[in-house]
């Protein structure tokens, strides 16, 4: 099941006002992966958004890893 770019838009409009921040964009991760988008804050990837639809309706998943040393705030190299 794939994300449409009109839902892509309406994900995007959503996360925008529910985190208060125009920076967050949400954009195709390619032909071949079409049941995900990407959604990135001012460019910068933050984490997947899968579809999926059970009995006639239908959820958005956002799945963000945290790395370790992200919350050590070291820079990967």
Same mark, same amino acid.
């Given at each position: 099941?794939?994300? +449409? ?14 985190? #208060?921040?125009? #920076? /967050? =964009?949400?954009? +195709? ?6 049941? +995900? ?11 997947? /958004? ?5 009995? #006639?309706? =239908?959820?958005f998943t956002l799945n963000m890893s945290i790395l370790d040393i992200d919350l050590d705030g070291e820079?990967?190299?």
């Open positions: 099941m794939s994300i +449409s770019p009109e839902e892509s838009a309406k994900i995007q409009a959503f996360l925008q006002e529910k985190f #208060g921040n125009k #920076g /967050i =964009t949400v954009r +195709s991760r390619g032909a071949q992966v079409s049941d +995900s988008v990407e959604m990135l804050i001012n460019g910068e990837y933050l984490a997947v /958004i899968y579809k999926d639809e059970d009995e #006639g309706e =239908t959820s820079k990967a190299a």
